[in-house]
């Protein structure tokens, strides 16, 4: 079940080593992660790690979850209802979700349409040179 709203809780214990430090964290709603991916213009990707540090910026929080991120990252991208370029999110590395549509393959194929070059040696598929396309909102 996807998240209707956004929510904000306290980071829990256990959470502080991953999160670097206590406070609050976003669990963000599917409408939301959509919205900011559709900013993401034609040549320009963005990272998961930087998608949730945007999130966490514009809710005022200290974090953002990674599993609601990759949840609603899912259900964005296989929601063919949603005209929103979720083949721009890639991996922190460069590397290419295997959990969209197609897996890497189909993603490595959008990205290619958009000038990208994709190394399709690697284990994972990753995108050449994606930090110099990254987008800076």
Known sequence: MELQEDLIVDIKVSQVGFFGT???ML?????????????????Q???TDLLRKKLAEQFEVQGTCPVTMKKALRAIAHDATQNVPYWRVIKQNG????YYPGGTQEQAALLSKEGFEIDMERKTPRVKNFKSNLIRF
């Open 45 to 47: 990707i963005i990272t």
């Open 95 to 98: 590397e290419l979700m295997a």
């Open 27 to 43: 669990l963000p709603s599917q409408a939301v992660v959509a919205t900011l991916i559709a900013k993401i213009p034609e040549r």
């Open 22 to 24: 206590s406070g609050k």
